[in-house]
Each structure stands twice: as C-alpha cells, then as structure tokens.
C-alpha cells in the first residue's frame, strides 16, 4: 500500500470511531479535524495545531468561554503564517495581515474569510493557523443598535455573492478574485452602508523594504500598480468605527 493509500485508510478508519467518541462530548467536527492533522499535517507544525485546538475546545467548556463574549458581525485580526505576511506586515506597519467576520451557525462559531477560496472556516482552525494563536476581535462601536437582526441578515445577503471566489493574490479592487480586508470592507459597505477603514492607493504603503520589494516583484514584475485602490488589515483595525472586544 503506497503512502497516500496509507493515510486515506488511517482517515478513514479513524473517522468511523467519531460516533464512539462523540459519546465523550467531542465534537465530531473537531474529532474529524485532529484525525486530518495528525495524518497530513507534518508532526511539527501538526503538534502545534492539535495544542491549539485542544486549548481551544478547552476553553470554550467553561462557563466563562470567551465564546460567549463573541457577537455575530464582529471581525476577527491574526499575523497570518502566510508566505505574504511579514510583507503585509511591513508595508502596513501592523503585526495584523489578516481578518474575517465572525458568524455563529448552529450554535458553532465560524470565520467569513478570503482564502482559496472565500469560505467559512470553523474558528478553532482560523485561531491554530495564526501566529502564536494570538487573535484580536472588534466590533461596531454602535453595535447594540446597528447590527440588529435584520442588519445581520443583509450582512450576510452582502457575502454570499463573494463565496467561492479565488483569493486575490495581486489585491485588485475587482469582484473577481477578494482578498481578506477587501472582503470585510465590501461585506459591510455593501450590507450596512458602513465603510470601516480608509480606502489607500498602493503608493500609499511603506513599499522600501526589501522584502516587500522581492514580494511586489514577484508579482508585479516592473509594472507596479501604483494607484489601485487597496484596504489593509490595519486600516480597519484602526477605524474609529470599532471598538476592541477581545485581545489573547
């Protein structure tokens, strides 16, 4: 049996046992999740995730989860592990390169995110992925008022056109490919009329590091797109529209 073989079978065989364990008060979701990591994921990275995760449905068991301090709308900051962060992270000026909005379903808490694709994301695996699992959330300042049900609703109309979409690795301000900022920044204008965070030229960006130049060349190649119209991460975590609700 070839490696691949191998690790189908392993899945397989470790997902059937989800009901038997689901008995202990795991989710299945979550079960399903660790047997994908301890298979495919390499052990070292694998480890970490699993730590996180654990820690996570840890915590989300007490009484006094931070769970329970999440509302639907709010939005959610990380420092990405990505090959692009450390780039984002010094042409912005900000530890935080990446984001999504938050949404409860069913009861479990899931990230609205621009990846590969645009798609939810269950939230204990947005948080493993980041830097340190370090994860800031924010919300409207008038929220109590603002984001009522039927303001959530639209939020929500707004994003659904967006699921599927290719991640936008050249951050164009089409529709045709999004990237994480542009998501929220779209969601909510388009949803609430609420613009969070200063739309920027690309100019705009501290673009002198040579990281940031090699990343730039490497896709761009000489043409640099100069005045497309961009929104970072740190535009909207900074916007005098949210208030900070969260920080571990």
């Not at 073989?5 to 008995?23: D, P």
């Not at 909510?188 to 705009?204: T, V, W």
């Amino acid at each position: 049996m070839n490696a691949l073989a191998q690790k189908a079978s392993t899945f397989a065989i470790t997902t059937a046992h989800i009901i038997v364990w689901s008995a202990f008060g795991l989710s299945a979701l979550y079960l399903v999740f660790l047997a994908y990591v301890n298979i495919y994921v390499p052990s070292i990275k694998g480890k970490v995730v699993i730590q996180r995760a654990e820690k996570f449905y840890r915590e989300s068991s007490k009484s006094n989860s931070f769970l329970n301090q999440l509302h639907d709308g709010d939005l959610i900051f990380q420092t990405s592990l990505s090959a692009q962060s450390q780039a984002i992270q010094l042409a912005t000026h900000s530890p935080y390169s990446h984001c999504g909005i938050l949404y409860q379903n069913n009861g479990a808490w899931q990230v609205f995110e621009a990846v590969q694709p645009v798609k939810l994301t269950p939230l204990s695996s947005w948080i493993a992925r980041g830097k340190g699992g370090h994860f800031v959330t924010k919300r409207l300042r008038d929220a109590q008022t603002a984001l009522t049900p039927s303001a959530l609703k639209q939020l929500k109309t707004a994003g659904q056109p967006l699921f599927g979409h290719n991640y936008d690795l050249y951050f164009g301000w089409s529709d045709d490919r999004i990237y994480c900022s542009e998501l929220i920044w779209k969601v909510y204008e388009r949803g609430m009329n609420r613009r969070i965070g200063k739309l920027q030229q690309l100019r705009e960006f501290d673009l002198s590091h040579p990281a940031v130049q090699a990343k730039m060349k490497e896709r761009y190649g000489n043409r640099l797109p100069l005045a497309e119209t961009v929104i970072s991460p740190v535009s909207i975590f900074n916007s005098p529209e949210l208030v900070t609700v969260l920080n571990r």
